[in-house]
Structures are given as structure tokens and as C-alpha cells.
């Protein structure tokens, strides 16, 4: 038993390639933990990191990509396209093996609150660690961004998880939580038409009365003059990989409209993908975790 | 870097359970050497076992397991449906893992020579390790069985590769060969005419203009009065597995027959899956090897 756990943080620097270097080693420093990959966006101004590791040493990991998040990124001076009310954003933890949430959000606890004391940021536990039904969803914590939160954080309902009901000067507030691992996958229509995405997102998404745990919107893809449905999984093994897109193919059929290809950004547990190949070859009594070999090299 | 390779040795013994459960015992006492699984055939009269480690533990293992089969197995009194011509009949070995099938066949070298050398038992290189076409098949070398191959090793084109040309009076001979992975792949089908699933076979296999690295036989199954395919892939990289499914399919299809369902016996790669949901999904521009976290705690 070796207890793995993701850390997929988001920093508000992407501009400047020195203070994403400078987080980057701060992860990459931390013996037991693998940074696997990091990207910066222009636009958006906001970078996001994925590394595994231990419990302990992903802690650490975080809390030092925190400290120097807050040191180089001045939250007063940040303009960038997407929400954000902190130099270190949101931070969540995964369970990727051996572990289970619950452990996970115990992390996020002793993180939280370590960077409250250490660092002197307020903290909003969210997702499965939220202490409240309306801080679940970060969208509701962030609202009012950096520039709304040193007053809304005095908000008796909106005290902070850990720390004082005050942001941090340059620093603002961060978001901290464990969720369950979430793939993101795209599937290609072959139509230019974006509202025929649009319209196959609002059906197949659970807001909309179609799958269970599976969020989505309509997104044009100019460069290849195709419309994608965008998906987030946030439950795969519940809700698999081949109903979003079974039901994508058979929404589009009713505009003529067909599948020309899919898409996973960034990483996928390995079952997700078993659970498909389960599906299509109608496999009957497949043990994944004897019958694939890798499994026993973990 | 850390080197796997698998080795599923078979042993003549399938009724005795002392002297199975002394043969994994052999396996288990060696460090760095993980038993996945054995069974035994009563029919048969033969033990399976499959394990992984790395090149010189499995080399270790793989030798203290035939030195336990040696003295616990008497060939002159052994009788069993399968063809067999040692205690110790056959030792594939498998590269898995940051190892290429031509290590694997060195492996395979340093094992036979040991096995001749300490155990006085003669040893037929096969498969990969073949130093000759006529030795690359088991069926080639073992034709005869144990009760014609005193005979057989005399003639100077069945001479051994390592040890004197006389078999070991209780023992008899062994293969040893380096073997590309090889995965059990049986369709079944809604039908109990065992001779559609035999015309099926024939169709779909490399000898009968079918799929390359595809081997395929009907086999009824009494208990589901179900005809199957029998699959034997034997390079699941150049010939995935949903390429089989679909060509098994279409071609039922013209008996009025249908799949009922899939089976995998036995261990798979990953990989082997991963091809098969990459398939259906139309997933354009995956890349398992960064894309599947498992791939990184590997």
C-alpha cells in the first residue's frame, strides 16, 4: 500500500514565465513528488501544475508552491480573463490510489490550515471538503473575484474555513478541497454549426435531464471549422466514458449531424478507459485488478 | 528504469497438490519475484504458473521451480491428456516492462544452459530463442512426447541446444524460449452449432487469409450450450484485439449469428485495452503513455 495523490493547482500568473518557472521548481524540490506536466495560459493570465505523490510530500509540495505563489504574484496588479480571487487560486487534491477521499480531505485540512497560520490567506474548504452546502462549487466562493472578496469575506457567511475574515493584501483568498478524479473529454460533430453543440450539451448534461454527473458545453473550434461538445466527467466510474458518448452520437443523429472523433485533455485513470473496452468487446468477468498486468507492477 | 519480465512455466503435475503447492512455494521463496497466479489441470495432469520479477530473479525463480519439479516428478509414470515431454515442460519467457524480446531470449540462453548444466536436463531453445525454423513451434520439438524423445535427441537434427543428446531418465526435456505477449481471446456466440464457431475460426485466422497474428479454433461450451472462438492473439500491438471482435461479428453475421459476449483469459496489458476504447472513442491524438496516470506511478 503506496497512497498516491494528485494536486492539480492553479496559480494567477501566465504571463510571466519566470514566476511559473519559480512555482514549478518549488514543486520539482520536493523529494516523493513527480510534477507531470505545467501549462501557462496568455489570456486567461493563470497557470496549472499536475504532480503526484505521497499524502505528506504532496502537502508539502503545495504549501511550497503556495509560499512562492505569494511571494512573486501581486493579486492588485492581476488582470486576466478568468475568475480568480487568489495568487495561488484553488487547489485540489485527488485520490488516485490506495487512498480515499475522505483522507484526501483530511489533507486538504492540514493544508488549509497551514497556509492560514504559515502564510497568513484566508481558506475556503470546497468540494467534498466544503463545511457548507454553498461552498461546494468554487464558482460560488469566487464570485465577487479578488476585488470583491476583502469585503465579502466579512460577510458572517462568508468567514473563511481557516484564518482571519480578512484577505491577504497581494495574496487575496484560496480555495482548498479534495475531489474525485474528473477527465476532461471533447467530442468533434461534424458540423460547423455551434448551436447543434450547444443543443446536444444542454441534452446530454445532468442539468439538463441527460447523464448523471456529467457536465458540458457547446464549443467552436475555429481553427478546424467543427463543433465540439466539451464534457466534464466528474464521476467515471459511476457515469463511463462510452455513455456520454453513446448519447452524444445518437442527440446528433437527429440533425444529420455525425461523431468525427473524441478527446482527452490531460490525464485519465487507466480504468476509465478499461471500462470502455469492457463495454464494446461485451467482456464478461474481467477482473481489472488481476487481469491487467500493470496492475501488479504498482 | 526497472525491467519485468513474466514467465508462465508448465509443469507436469496436476493432480498431486503437495507437489504444486511445492512448486509455488520454489517461485515464492524467491526475492523480488511476485507469484500472480497458478492452477492445475486434473485432465491434464499439468500446473500453470505465472510470475513476475525482475530479468535474474525470474531467471532464479524460473530455475529453482524446475529444480523442485526435477526431483518431485517422475516422467515414466506420469499420464495426462496434454502432450508433454518433461517434469519441467515448457518455460516461456516474457518481456513485460523496460525489456526487449532480445534480452528476453539472452534470459532464456542463461536459463538453459543452467538447467542443462546443473540439472543434467537436455533443453530445447523455441519460440524467439529458435536457433533453427523447424524449433520455433512447441508442438515441432515435443511431437513424440516424453516416451520418443529418448529416441528423438539421438538424431543429430534434434540434438539439444544445451546438455548431453539423452534425456534425464525421470525428467525428460525442456523448452525455454523468449515469447512476445500473448493474450487468451475467446468470442462467444448465441448459437450452440460448434461448426459455425469452427467456420468462423478458419475464416478469421492468419492460416486461413484471416487476421495476421490472429490463431482461432471452435470450442463448444457444454455448460452455456454456446459455441465459441477460441483466440489466441499473438501480437496484440499489430493486431489489436477489436480488429478480431468486428472481423468475428461480421462474419457470424451471415449465419444469422450474433456475439453474446467477450472473454480475456488470463493477464492483458494494458495496453491491449487501451487500443480497443481508443478505437470505438475515435480518440484523436492520445497519448497513452503520458495520458494514463498509471503510466506515471509505474
Redesign the interface.
Known amino acids: 500500500m503506496r497512497p498516491?495523490v494528485?494536486c492539480i493547482p492553479n496559480f494567477s500568473e501566465g504571463r510571466r514565465p519566470e514566476v511559473v518557472e519559480a512555482i514549478a521548481e518549488a514543486i520539482r524540490g520536493l523529494e516523493g513528488v513527480?510534477l507531470?506536466?505545467y501549462s501557462a495560459d496568455q489570456n486567461h493570465n493563470r497557470s496549472v501544475f499536475t504532480f503526484?505523490g505521497g499524502p505528506q510530500a504532496v502537502l508539502e509540495a503545495a504549501f511550497a508552491a503556495c509560499k512562492v505563489a505569494t511571494k512573486l504574484i501581486d493579486m492588485t496588479v492581476h488582470k486576466g480573463e478568468h475568475p480568480r480571487m487568489g495568487a495561488a487560486d484553488v487547489i485540489p487534491l485527488v485520490p488516485?490510489?490506495d487512498i480515499g477521499i475522505e483522507e484526501c480531505v483530511q489533507l486538504s485540512r492540514e493544508l488549509g490550515e497551514r497556509i492560514a497560520s504559515e502564510l497568513k490567506i484566508p481558506v475556503f474548504l470546497y468540494e467534498e471538503s466544503a463545511t457548507r452546502p454553498e461552498r461546494k462549487g468554487l464558482p460560488n466562493i469566487r464570485r465577487g473575484q479578488f476585488e470583491g472578496m476583502a469585503a465579502k469575506i466579512k460577510e458572517p457567511e462568508w468567514a473563511p474555513d481557516f484564518g482571519q475574515a480578512e484577505i491577504h493584501p497581494t495574496a487575496g483568498a484560496v480555495a482548498v478541497g479534495a475531489r474525485a478524479?474528473l477527465i476532461a473529454y471533447n467530442i468533434?460533430l461534424d458540423t460547423p454549426d455551434i448551436e447543434i453543440a450547444n443543443k446536444i450539451a444542454r441534452l446530454i448534461r445532468e442539468r439538463g435531464g441527460g447523464l448523471k454527473n456529467v457536465r458540458a458545453i457547446g464549443v467552436m473550434l475555429e481553427d478546424r471549422r467543427l463543433a465540439q461538445v466539451s464534457i466534464n466527467m466528474i464521476n467515471y466510474e459511476q457515469t463511463a466514458?462510452?455513455r456520454a458518448?453513446e448519447m452524444v452520437k445518437y442527440e446528433a443523429r437527429r440533425y444529420g449531424v455525425n461523431?468525427?472523433?473524441?478527446?482527452?485533455i490531460?490525464?485519465?485513470?487507466?480504468k476509465a478507459?478499461?471500462d470502455?473496452?469492457?463495454y464494446?468487446?461485451?467482456?464478461?468477468?474481467?477482473e481489472a485488478s488481476?487481469?491487467?498486468?500493470?496492475?501488479?507492477?504498482?
Open positions: 498516491i494528485e513527480r507531470l506536466d503526484l488516485v490510489k478524479p468533434n466514458l462510452y458518448f461523431i468525427v472523433g473524441s478527446e482527452i490531460g490525464l485519465t485513470p487507466m478507459l478499461i470502455v473496452a469492457e464494446y468487446l461485451q467482456l464478461e468477468g474481467f488481476k487481469q491487467i498486468l500493470e496492475n501488479h507492477l504498482l
